[in-house]
């Protein structure tokens, strides 16, 4: 049974700064990995989607790496902002398109 | 809008009551996700379609929750004999399978959620 777990849960750095969120998975047989953005009382917004034969994608600020072989990805965010701040949910998906998300990380960014 | 709707955004019942939740896709999608979520938590899956036919139902997913599909468009999710631990923010998705749409590449868009609260 796929399990996803984030850390850190909260989070908070000054504006500018670089920052990592981690997210591990149980189960290496993975057919997509995918990352989001949740702002308070929101839907959730897809930032990137990694396939399962891909190391890395990116976006703007935004660099998402996976490791099956470890059971990890890390969400990577450059240069900080203030509208940066919400929560960041990773999603583990099976071919069905099904996904078990962590928990999520809460992110603020201080001004 | 040519995003994920959910109607309503809001609902308030009673104890025992029974509610019935609205989602509209996106138009070219043939794939209908609907998945729960409660305060601190990431959303868990409920049920998902393709087209008309359910595929998958999770084990969260009691007899008291029913979810259709009837035209392979818009679905809805109906809980009868609504209970304050049915209390949580409805969230649906919908998604291209893979090949069909390439720009979107199977991501999942999801709607605004409809947040329910049972009293």
């Known amino acids: 049974?796929?399990?996803?777990?984030?850390?850190?849960a909260a989070l908070s750095v000054p504006e500018g700064e670089?920052?990592?969120?981690?997210?591990?998975?149980?189960?290496?047989?993975?057919?997509?990995?995918?990352?989001?953005r949740q702002d308070p009382g929101k839907g959730l917004t897809s930032l990137l989607l990694i396939q399962s034969s891909q190391r890395e994608q990116t976006s703007g600020r935004l660099n998402a790496s996976l490791d099956k072989s470890s059971g990890r990805s890390t969400l990577y965010i450059a240069a900080s902002?203030?509208?940066?701040?919400?929560?960041?949910?990773?999603?583990?998906?099976?071919?069905?398109?099904?996904?078990?998300?962590?928990?999520?990380?809460?992110?603020?960014?201080?001004? | 809008d040519t995003g994920v709707s959910q109607d309503p955004r809001h609902k308030i019942t009673k104890r025992g009551?029974?509610?019935?939740?609205?989602?509209d896709p996106i138009s070219e999608h043939?794939?209908?996700?609907?998945?729960?979520?409660?305060?601190?938590?990431?959303?868990?899956?409920?049920?998902?379609?393709?087209?008309e036919a359910q595929l998958e139902?999770?084990?969260?997913?009691?007899d008291r929750f029913s979810a259709e599909r009837p035209k392979g468009s818009f679905s809805t999710l109906e809980i009868q004999r609504t209970e304050q631990g049915d209390s949580a923010m409805y969230l649906c998705a919908s998604s291209s399978p893979p090949g069909q749409i390439?720009?979107?590449?199977?991501?999942l868009f999801f709607g605004s959620g409809t947040q329910l609260s049972v009293l």
Not at chain 1, 1 to 8: G, L, R, W, Y
Not at chain 1, 93 to 110: A, P, R
Request: proline fraction near 4%.
């Open chain 2, 57 to 62: 139902k999770s084990r969260l997913l009691s």
């Open chain 2, 30 to 51: 043939n794939r209908l996700y609907w998945y729960r979520q409660t305060l601190g938590q990431g959303p868990e899956f409920l049920t998902y379609f393709q087209n």
């Open chain 1, 18 to 36: 670089n920052l990592v969120l981690n997210c591990s998975f149980t189960d290496s047989a993975i057919y997509n990995l995918q990352w989001f």
């Open chain 2, 102 to 107: 390439l720009t979107t590449n199977e991501k």
């Open chain 1, 81 to 111: 902002q203030p509208g940066d701040s919400a929560t960041y949910l990773c999603a583990a998906s099976n071919q069905g398109g099904k996904l078990i998300f962590g928990q999520g990380t809460e992110l603020s960014v201080k001004p």
């Open chain 1, 1 to 8: 049974k796929q399990e996803v777990t984030q850390i850190p």
């Open chain 2, 17 to 23: 009551q029974n509610v019935t939740f609205r989602c």
